[in-house]
């Protein structure tokens, strides 16, 4: 990861951290996966929940995965 990725997903964690109920450490997640604009995959239903609805179609819910 570039450095310059790195201090942008940093920034993001911490916006992200202080504009919302978001932990430090499920921001960071959050934040990093925004700025590789990748999907975040989590079993954590809390943070699925807490997540507003503009990111919502960024954060998948792991169980929504798993097949029987």
């Known amino acids: 990861m570039s450095r310059q990725v790195n201090r942008t997903a940093w920034t993001k964690a911490l916006e992200l ?10 921001a960071i997640y959050l934040g990093l996966a ?5 999907p975040l995959v989590t ?11 503009t ?3 960024n954060v998948i819910y792991l169980a929504e995965l798993v097949v029987d």
């Open 17 to 26: 951290s202080y504009s919302t109920q978001f932990s430090l450490y499920d």
């Open 34 to 38: 925004q700025v590789l604009k990748s």
């Open 43 to 53: 079993a954590d239903a809390k943070l699925i929940e807490s997540v507003p609805s």
């Open 55 to 57: 990111d919502k179609t």
